[in-house]
């Protein structure tokens, strides 16, 4: 077997040593406030995650727990503070459309995770700055941003074309259609000029630049082809299905592909995809909270630049 297996925490490590150097060279101390407003075990994990890497960073992280009747009002309270630089909501807090209310309650100055509406039209219309002049990049949502990074850093993205074509010509498959992580995924990676196929519980949508990259921006076009169909197809498979049952059936993943799992379940079996697989990377969670700092520190220069002006 001759697959290699990267682990996040090795993907991580050069982010983390940036943000690090970048905080203590210029004695700067972002503050990033997190709101746990559920009883979810796996946002608790999080948090302590969240709090373990700040600390490592030097960023200072303060977890508030309220109950989520009481979380609008908090979440005003630290948008009009001028000491908190970015704040974070642990979902899901209700569970339904509630939550993307209150994922725009969020100041989008502060908003780290780039959950703010006008964040995540700007990602899907491949709109890459906030202002004119370009000085202001724009905050994309960190999971996706984090698996981005993952394929970067294992060699997908191909250097020597410009950057927004850096996946023309690559086929990838995501096995999930959230609104949090498989949909701007397939987005930002279309964006790239790569072909994805969307896959999710009701079928699979392909999202494109078309040939050549002709369009500006992604466009998404239903299809009636099956998972059997583009797993041989596809140069990539990223996959996030929250069910411990679920595995992508290996024999169909096409030999030396890159496989990428962001569940918290292992939708790959491990034995069988090191079979197939080039790279195999298990999990991306540090990538992700690494990317949630690195959205930190650039709300707080956007902060500071807007203070100057
Ligand atoms: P979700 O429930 O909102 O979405 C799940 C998606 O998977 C849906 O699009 C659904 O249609 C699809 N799906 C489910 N079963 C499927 C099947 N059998 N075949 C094809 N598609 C199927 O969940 P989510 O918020 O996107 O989270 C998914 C997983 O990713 C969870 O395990 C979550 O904990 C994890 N997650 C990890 C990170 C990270 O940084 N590592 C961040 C966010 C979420």
New binding site residues.
């Given amino acids: 077997m001759s697959c290699k297996v990267v682990l996040a925490q090795g993907i991580s490590a050069s982010y983390r040593e940036e943000l690090k150097n970048t905080i203590k060279t210029r004695n700067i101390r972002p503050k990033l406030v997190g709101f746990l407003a559920n009883e979810d075990p ?1 946002a608790a994990k999080y948090a302590e995650w969240t709090a373990k890497t700040c600390a490592e960073t030097g960023v200072e992280f303060e977890l508030r727990k309220c109950s989520r009747n009481d979380l609008e009002d908090k979440i005003i309270e630290a948008n009009l503070d001028a000491g908190v630089h970015g704040i974070m909501v642990y979902y899901p807090v209700f569970g339904d459309r509630q939550d993307q209310y209150l994922q725009n309650v969020v100041d989008v100055s502060k908003d780290v995770e780039g959950l703010h509406h006008k964040y995540v039209y700007n990602m899907y219309h491949n709109i890459r700055f906030l202002d004119e002049a370009k000085t202001k990049k724009c905050i994309i949502p ?2 996706p941003l ?1 698996l981005v990074k993952v394929m970067e850093y294992v060699g997908v993205y191909n250097g020597i074309l410009p950057h927004g074509n850096r996946l023309h010509g690559r086929v990838v498959t995501i ?4 609104e ?3 949909r701007p995924l397939a987005a930002l990676l279309a964006n790239d000029g790569a072909k994805v196929y969307s ?4 079928g699979i949508q392909e999202f494109h630049r078309g040939v050549g990259l002709q369009l500006k921006k992604h466009e998404v076009s239903e299809t009636t082809l099956t998972v059997e169909d583009v797993l041989p197809l596809s140069d990539v498979v990223i996959t ?4 411990p049952s ?1 595995k992508v059936p290996s024999h169909l993943i096409r030999d030396g592909a890159v496989c990428i799992n ?4 292992k939708n790959f079996d491990g034995d069988e995809i090191k079979k197939k697989a080039a790279i195999y990377v298990p ?3 540090k990538v ?1 909270v690494a990317m949630l700092e690195r959205n930190l520190v650039r709300l707080y220069d956007y902060q500071a630049q807007d203070r100057a002006s």
């Fill in positions: 796996a960190c999971t984090g096995i999930n259609r959230s949090i992580v498989g896959v999710d519980i009701n996030g299905v929250p069910s679920y962001f569940s918290t379940y999990a991306v969670g992700t």
